[in-house]
């Protein structure tokens, strides 16, 4: 059965450095998402993408988020300037329409 | 605004017991979803059960909806202790695309 993979599986960074988290979600589907866990809390959407464009983003999802699908087959969200506070695992899922959603493995972002 | 919520936060039982975690929503929906989260690890789609349906099984799960009262009950029959995780519901709202993930409920189920 096809998956959503992400790498890497865990990130370490200093504070202020950038980060690219990247997936591989499912080839045919048609909706992509970037999901987030702080330890221990629930799982908060940050950002929806469909067609090529954001269709819809939280308050979480600020001027330092940045989500892009280059190549038609990869999909990666990106902090500009990491804090402490965007230490998560982060989750990427893909769906072929109001389905269930396809969830990685996730990252595990640390920030130093 | 908080969508799906469960209770209990967290549950504690013997192998071969049942377990029910509630969870509740506040907007419409077209679909409810539960999610399987093992320690640290990626989420996995259990069930899905549509606006328009009332119960819905998958092995030994078992879910219900109640739209009238906007909670949805994820059963599961006869535990084992590869049971133990946490489950999520999530909802998908009727407007928009996205799911929105409850706090969850740890299950322990003892051997």
């Known amino acids: 059965e096809p998956e959503v993979t992400q790498t890497p599986s865990h990130q370490v960074t200093q504070m202020g450095q950038e980060v690219i988290l990247r997936c591989v979600p499912i080839s045919n589907h048609l909706y992509f998402y970037w999901y987030r866990q702080i330890l221990g809390q629930k799982v908060e959407f940050l950002v929806s993408f469909y067609n090529n464009e954001i269709s819809e983003k939280s308050e979480i999802f600020d001027d330092q988020f940045s989500v892009e699908r280059p190549d038609g087959s990869n999909f990666t969200l990106k902090i500009r300037s990491t804090k402490l506070e965007d230490s998560a695992m982060y989750f990427c899922?893909?769906?072929?329409?109001?389905?269930?959603?396809?969830f990685g493995n996730g990252t595990r972002l640390t920030v130093t | 605004s908080q969508q799906g919520e469960e209770d209990p936060q967290a549950l504690s039982i013997q192998e071969g017991e049942n377990a029910t975690m509630n969870c509740s929503y506040k907007t419409s929906i077209n679909n409810l979803q539960w999610y399987r989260q093992n320690s640290g690890r990626g989420l996995v789609h259990l069930i899905l059960?549509?606006?328009?349906?009332r119960e819905k099984h998958s092995g030994r799960l078992r879910v219900t909806l109640d739209t009238s009262k906007k909670s949805s009950s994820l059963l599961i029959t006869a535990s084992r202790a590869a049971d133990t995780a946490s489950y999520f519901c999530?909802?998908?709202?009727?407007?928009?695309?996205?799911?929105?993930f409850g706090a969850g409920t740890i299950l322990r189920v003892k051997s």
């Open positions: 059960i549509r606006s328009n349906e």
């Open positions: 999530a909802s998908d709202m009727e407007y928009g695309n996205k799911l929105v």
């Open positions: 899922a893909s769906r072929p329409k109001r389905d269930r959603g396809c």
